[in-house]
């Protein structure tokens, strides 16, 4: 079972050195969810940081969303700067290994979770969205594009390299350059729908 380093992460988030946090939710994402009708889907955000996409999803009016990340600061932080999202009941917090998470979902937003882990838990990333998505869930998010070296994280990637995680498990319906991400990420990231088979 792939294990994440709980003391590293939350050592950043205690530090301040959090720089992947852009302190609002992402356009890219939030572009596509504001096209979903139904808003009691089973959502799940890994490596959720901060959780600004959940805060922002639930002031769209989806009521079934799940947190979870290994250090408890962004825990803390969510809990703290959104009291009134935690007593309308649409947010579920967890401070846990998502490797270890069992409960399945419809969607899952991946913002800045995949390039956080070493490029050896890219195969038991795959492998474990593909397990807990129900059938013909889909994983939705963004992925960086740029070289891949052992400096990281964050770690980058090619399309071609996710493609080879991906396609043997999902259906890729898009896996393009984003066209509108934010300034400090323009060109380096590609937007991607993933859906399992039903």
């Not at 089973?42 to 250090?71: K, Q, R, S, V, Y």
Request: glycine share 8%; with cysteine; hydrophobic share 40%.
């Amino acid at each position: 079972m792939p294990t994440l380093d709980k003391d590293y992460w939350e050592t950043r988030y205690q530090q301040g050195e959090a720089q992947w946090d852009m302190g609002s939710a992402s356009t890219a994402l939030i572009h596509y969810c504001q096209q979903l009708d139904k808003k009691d889907l089973a959502i799940l955000i890994p490596g959720c940081g901060n959780g600004h996409e959940a805060a922002a999803l639930c002031a769209m009016g989806f009521t079934n969303i799940t947190i979870i990340d290994i250090a408890q600061s962004p825990i803390d932080n969510f809990k703290a700067n959104n009291p009134s999202l935690l007593e309308t009941g649409c947010v579920k917090l967890i401070c846990g290994n998502f490797f270890t998470h069992t409960q399945t979902y419809d969607l899952i937003i991946e913002q800045t979770f995949f390039c956080a882990l070493p490029p050896s838990m890219r195969p038991p990333y795959a492998a474990h969205m593909h397990q807990i998505l129900k059938p013909g869930a889909k994983l939705m998010g963004l992925l960086f594009n740029f070289p891949l070296t052992e400096a990281g994280p964050p770690f980058g990637g090619s399309e071609e390299e996710y493609r080879q995680y991906f396609e043997p498990l999902f259906a890729i319906k898009q896996l393009e350059k984003c066209y509108n991400s934010i300034k400090p990420r323009e060109g380096r990231e590609l937007f991607f729908i993933l859906q399992k088979a039903a």
